[in-house]
């Protein structure tokens, strides 16, 4: 079995694992094989602490030998953004200003899963400083994260490092940041389950900033079920964190499996029919993706929203470089050459932006939130588009922009509405398509179950990268990982 566990999802590996059929220790050397055999061609990482790992499994074993069990996570192994403070491990967010940086504490998110007993692989790779302009320049330190699908394609961003490690297996999961889609357009582009929670639902203490009115913490997974097992473990209230939220923690293990009878699920087309050019493949894969709804036996209801992607993404842009050059200004002053080229552009901008023009953004945001709010008058949920291409070629640097900016994924950090970005599919070229599920304020329950019952009533999640030849392929120069 050993050459399978690095594809196990996480309901499957705390079953084994508490029944002592595997051991944690037999996991966590299953992933840093999978890492030291694939990451020389994927690049998901920035640091691997190997040894601590090891050391954590051999205490996660013996934890269960004593009969101590601390839950769904403990003895599974995950990557983390590296934007999430770790103490004694550095945090570098893939920039030269911090190749030195060892934080003295840990992120309120990562210190969670420890304490359940969870494994740290690494930090993954990422946008610099977690945020840029969608587009890759490949000029800071660390290579770009690959596409698992084909190595030559762009994984989306800018969770980079965590979409690519779920897809090839180099992670069980992980957690990423989304200011404007960068949890869900990695999951997206690499064809893996992630999920925004509700803003508020899950603490950011302990992670870089970049924009703290749009930032949001979430999980990817390669499935539905494995991101409500780790959603309940992150989720609660924490007061290093002013945002977060005092809400009652469902159980959102009870939502899945229940199927769609009585659930009514609102269509929002113009996204990637009217707003911008979709891909015939993602207008396709959009709507089979309704049929299997309904088959599942939801009610599927037209609905309309008076405001386009340009509306959100021009408000959202305004607020994101504003807030970003506020927390990174005197960086920027002193330090500006040392940024890649993406960042340095994104601080300029936000250098411009008036505080007339800020106040009015939040304003227009106002405005934007309840007319989403208002799609859920008539529904439970809403099924839109993620991002309306499969993820492009990184030498077409104008789709690599546009994956992002033409996404619908700023829509629900504008609104900060729980949303879910799962796989619908592959393009005739092999790469994964993707759709967007969004639900009310605080019910990630209701989202988890829809999302669930969609990756069981479709087959997507039965196929994986081809990467059983990676060392072959490497050596013969080949592009799919």
């Known amino acids: 079995m050993t050459a399978e566990l690095f594809h196990l999802g996480v309901r499957a590996a705390s079953q084994l694992v508490r029944n002592r059929e595997v051991s944690p220790v037999e996991i966590v050397e299953a992933f840093l094989g999978r890492i030291a055999l694939l990451d020389p061609i994927i690049f998901s990482y920035i640091t691997v602490v190997a040894e601590q790992a090891r050391a954590a499994a051999l205490q996660a074993e013996a934890e269960i030998m004593r009969g101590r069990w601390r839950g769904p996570l403990h003895g599974l192994p995950y990557g983390l953004k590296?934007?999430?403070y770790t103490a004694g491990i550095r945090t570098t967010a893939a920039s030269r200003l911090l190749l030195d940086f060892v934080p003295d504490v840990d992120a309120t998110a990562h210190r969670k899963l420890q304490d359940a007993g969870a494994i740290l692989l690494g930090k993954l790779n990422t946008y610099e400083?977690?945020?840029?302009?969608?587009?890759?320049?490949?000029?800071?330190?660390?290579?770009?994260?690959?596409?698992?699908?084909?190595?030559?394609?762009?994984?989306?961003?800018?969770s980079t490092g965590a979409g690519a490690a779920i897809a090839a297996g180099t992670a069980m999961f992980a957690l990423g940041t989304d200011t404007g889609g960068s949890v869900r357009l990695p999951a997206s582009g690499c064809g893996v389950s992630g999920l925004k929670p509700t803003y508020g639902r899950v603490s950011r203490a302990g992670i870089q900033p970049n924009c703290w009115t749009l930032d949001h913490v979430g999980p990817l997974a390669w499935s539905v079920d494995d991101l409500a097992a780790i959603l309940q473990v992150i989720a609660g209230r924490d007061s290093n964190d002013p945002a977060s939220a005092d809400q009652a923690l469902p159980d959102y293990s009870m939502a899945l499996g229940q199927g769609l009878t009585g659930l009514r699920i609102g269509?929002?087309?113009?996204?990637?029919?009217?707003?911008?050019?979709?891909?015939?493949?993602?207008?396709?894969?959009?709507?089979?993706?309704?049929?299997?709804l309904r088959d599942a036996g939801a009610e599927l209801v037209e609905l309309n929203l008076e405001f386009g992607l340009q509306d959100f993404r021009n408000c959202s842009r305004i607020i994101n470089v504003s807030e970003s050059f506020s927390i990174h200004e005197r960086e920027f002053h002193e330090q500006h050459a040392k940024m890649g080229r993406a960042l340095r552009e994104k601080m300029s901008a936000g250098l411009f932006v008036r505080a007339a023009d800020y106040l009015r953004a939040q304003r227009w945001r106002r405005e934007l939130?309840?007319?989403?709010?208002?799609?859920?008058?008539?529904?439970?949920?809403?099924?839109?588009a993620g991002s309306p291409h499969p993820a492009p070629r990184f030498d077409d640097e104008e789709a690599v922009v546009r994956?992002?900016?033409?996404?619908?994924?700023?829509?629900?950090?504008?609104?900060?509405?729980?949303?879910?970005a799962v796989c619908s599919g592959f393009s005739r070229n092999g790469m994964p398509l993707n759709i967007q599920f969004a639900a009310r304020h605080w019910d990630e329950p209701t989202l988890l179950r829809v999302g669930s019952a969609f990756e069981r009533a479709t087959p997507w999640r039965q196929r994986r990268p081809n990467c059983g030849t990676a060392v072959n392929e490497r050596s013969q120069g080949e592009q799919t990982c």
């Open 129 to 158: 400083y977690g945020t840029g302009t969608g587009a890759v320049h490949f000029d800071l330190p660390f290579p770009a994260a690959r596409n698992p699908w084909n190595t030559t394609h762009f994984t989306g961003g800018s």
């Open 267 to 292: 269509v929002v087309r113009r996204f990637h029919e009217q707003d911008v050019s979709s891909a015939p493949e993602v207008a396709k894969a959009f709507n089979d993706a309704l049929g299997a």
């Open 403 to 420: 994956f992002t900016t033409e996404s619908a994924m700023a829509v629900f950090n504008i609104s900060g509405h729980p949303a879910l």
């Open 369 to 384: 939130a309840i007319a989403v709010e208002q799609l859920f008058a008539s529904c439970d949920v809403v099924i839109c």
């Open 82 to 84: 590296d934007n999430f």
